[in-house]
């Protein structure tokens, strides 16, 4: 019988040879995992820095929004005490303080302003803080008879400033913006007019808000919030002299210690903005904030994301360095024992299998995920294919059009939501897009909703380019513009109702002056029509027809006087047109010859006959240059006779026509230089402070710059900077 055949010990130990190269092997994989292991930490941690980054970039875009809402609140409602402490019974109500009669007319008035305006409420104080007459007169929480000396706003106007104030009512206990101004009498200060303006709606939009927005005064205050927690509480310690001031003010009403808000700060150098660790609801959170100082305001805005998405951002790129990893792993694995281990490759293809359903799946939740994004965006988003067939539509086009995704995906223009009146337009833009000549700052478009209501919106469009590179068709971003159109077409409005009424006070300074000027055509008719009765009684023809031509002359003189006192007052204007410089100075020469004659005043013209019209409002031009000769005549009132000439040149320069009125007067003073564009400033007892600042608004209008100098020899040069009509 043959010897059995003798089986190996799998537990003797290895040859000193091979037992070597195992420890070679085991030394070379545990450094390349090292080294795997450290470039996957260096990758998790510029992912997090990159998605910081983005979520930083993110509420730097919410905080212009923000900030723009809070100005848009504030500005709003500041032209309001101005206006009302103009009126004559405001001011009588301060004269007759003991008048009940003259009160309740400032009341009812008052009253209906402030509900006109949606101000919260609106009411006047005398000199020593007491409240005379309010909007809420009639209502168990009346401000009138109030005290309210201690508010900073009614120093500030007291002052002759406007006030700005946030702070709890001492009457209501409702926290609102208060805006004053003075009212003003003989040059002094007589009383106040404050409007107290809620911020109640933003405060309810920043609730429905995933992330906290927060809102603190210069003492770092929380007094505006999405966490209602957190309102007054500050950032930092208030005591000393801002605690005194806040609480000698009633700042917060009933609040009188402000604690610190509960959260742990980590900073860093070169991070976007800073870590906050808190609690909400009782629940751990953290979150990454940006503050954004609003010095016209004097208040800090703070916006803050989730610092959860950073923390994801750096576990999935960990999660697919070690997948990466592990797969180079498996393959030198693979490598080496293919040989040798039959039974642990089909176990590591199997694990392969596994984490590549992981990863199918991560890969199909990240597309959710950005599926999610696209139907939370605001714009309206629309993809077609190079035919035009629609092949995507989100949510906010749907909203913005009335139409389901169903009923839009496939169609071929033209589109359902095509406006009827605009369809040769849309088939325009519509070929432009389908060609690639769509301009890429986007076109407006006008789109009927499904319920029949027209939407203004602004598109955009960019290739789409599909995996492989290649040019698939076209994807287009549509942003409804329609409120902003409506709110240019406010802004316009109001700029009119301005320049109308600078129109009115230019005409109201040459009032005297334009009565004279009809005087004499009008004594001349009288003294031609008694000469005509005598040479009609005497029979003497030829001195008859002679007289009757005259006063016919004079009529159409004094005529010419009165077309052109209602062109100047018109508050329409005929709009867009080609405008000779040559006939707006003649124009505006011959509304002031009796003022230049009163003032003992001359102008000196030099325009070339080739100069080239200007395209623009006629009116508009002529109430500039009125406006520029009328201060240049005020400005030489000290002015000896003889040097009281008003310069008026014009020249070509490139394809603007340059416009200068000089005057021989005083000059702006250099500390004054800054101020003269601004609104309500003026020198004048009498002005109104919207002459040169309306001026500003007309030119700018018209694409052009308007500017001042020193004349040399003294004096002052406006000069106006206008596109030529070519």
């Known amino acids: 019988m043959s010897a059995p055949a003798v089986l190996p010990n799998p537990l003797a130990p290895f040859p000193p040879a091979r037992r070597r190269t195992r420890w070679w092997w085991a030394g070379m994989w545990a450094g390349v995992a090292a080294l795997a292991l450290l470039l996957i930490a260096a990758a998790g941690q510029w992912s997090a820095r990159r998605e910081a980054r983005f979520q930083a970039d993110s509420i730097h875009r919410a905080i212009e929004v923000h900030a723009l809402a809070l100005r848009g609140a504030a500005a709003h409602y500041s032209y309001l005490p101005f206006t009302v402490a103009q009126h004559p019974d405001v001011l009588a109500a301060l004269a007759h303080p003991q008048d009940a009669a003259v009160l309740q007319r400032a009341n009812r008035y008052i009253e209906e302003v402030n509900r006109r305006a949606g101000s919260d409420a609106l009411y006047l104080v005398n000199p020593e803080g007491n409240t005379l007459v309010a909007s809420n007169w009639n209502t168990a929480q009346s401000f009138v008879g109030q005290s309210y000396a201690n508010r900073p706003y009614f120093s500030d106007a007291l002052a002759g400033r406007n006030g700005q104030f946030y702070g709890v009512g001492q009457t209501t206990g409702e926290p609102g913006l208060f805006l004053s101004a003075p009212v003003r009498q003989g040059g002094a200060v007589v009383g106040v007019v404050t409007t107290k303006v809620s911020l109640r709606q933003i405060q309810e939009a920043w609730g429905s808000v995933r992330d906290p927005i927060l809102l603190s005064d210069a003492r770092g205050i929380v007094f505006l919030g999405s966490v209602l927690p957190w309102l007054y509480q500050a950032n930092r310690t208030v005591a000393g002299a801002d605690l005194d001031w806040v609480l000698r003010h009633q700042q917060y009403g009933t609040h009188h210690s402000f604690p610190l808000l509960p959260w742990t700060l980590d ?53 697919l360095g070690l997948l990466g990893a592990g797969l180079l792993l498996l393959a030198a694995l693979y490598w080496q024992l293919r040989e040798r281990r039959f039974a642990e490759q089909r176990d590591a293809r199997r694990q392969l299998e596994v984490r590549v359903r992981e990863r199918t799946a991560e890969l199909d939740e990240a597309h959710a995920f950005r599926k999610a994004m696209e139907d939370s965006l605001v714009v309206g988003m629309r993809a077609r294919d190079l035919d035009g067939h629609i092949i995507y539509v989100n949510p906010a086009l749907c909203a913005m059009t009335g139409y389901r995704a169903d009923e839009l995906l496939g169609r071929l223009p033209p589109y359902p939501y095509w406006h009827p009146d605009d369809v040769e337009q849309h088939w325009h833009n519509n ?44 994807m287009s971003t549509v942003v409804d513009i329609t409120e902003q159109k409506r709110t240019a077409l406010r802004q316009r409005q109001h700029e009119e109702q301005l320049q109308h009424a600078q129109r009115l006070a230019s005409l109201g300074e040459m009032a005297s002056t334009l009565a004279h000027e009809l005087n004499q055509p009008l004594a001349a008719l009288s003294n031609f029509a008694s000469a005509a009765k005598a040479f009609a009684a005497q029979g003497q023809q030829d001195l008859l027809a002679s007289s009757l031509d005259e006063t016919t002359a004079q009529a159409q003189r004094a005529a010419e006087i009165v077309r052109r006192i209602r062109g100047f007052v018109r508050q329409r204007t005929a709009g867009q047109e080609d405008c000779v410089v040559a006939a707006l100075v003649a124009n505006v020469l011959a509304l ?31 109430q500039v240059l009125l406006n520029l000769v009328l201060n240049a005549l005020q400005a030489m009132h000290a002015t000896p006779p003889e040097r009281r000439v008003v310069e008026i040149d014009a020249a070509l320069a490139g394809s603007r026509v340059h416009i200068q009125v000089a005057d021989r007067g005083p000059g702006i003073p250099a ?48 000069l106006l900077e206008l596109e030529t009509s070519g």
């Open 592 to 622: 002031l010859q009796g003022e230049m004659r009163q003032q003992q005043a001359r102008a000196v013209v030099r325009i070339p006959a080739d100069l080239p019209p200007v395209r623009g409002d006629r009116v508009l031009l002529e």
């Open 267 to 319: 900073r860093s150098a070169d991070a976007p903005g800073y870590l906050v660790r808190t609690a909400i609801d009782g629940k751990p959170r953290q979150f990454l904030a940006v503050d954004e100082a609003l010095p016209d305001l004097g208040w800090t805005l703070t916006v803050m994301a989730d610092y959860a998405a950073v923390t994801r951002a750096r576990q999935r790129t960990w999660m």
């Open 671 to 718: 500390e004054l230089a800054e101020q003269v564009f601004a609104p309500f400033f003026t020198t004048k007892p009498d002005g109104l402070g919207l002459g040169l600042n309306i001026c500003r608004t007309i030119v700018e209008s018209h694409r052009g710059r308007f500017t001042f100098a020193d004349r040399v020899g003294g004096g002052t040069v406006f």
């Open 431 to 474: 070929d432009a897009t389908m060609s690639g000549q769509a301009a890429l700052s986007g076109f407006e478009s006008r789109v009927r909703h499904r319920d029949g209501h027209d939407v203004l919106t602004m598109v955009y469009t960019a290739r789409l380019i599909d995996a492989q590179g290649r040019h698939s068709g076209w």
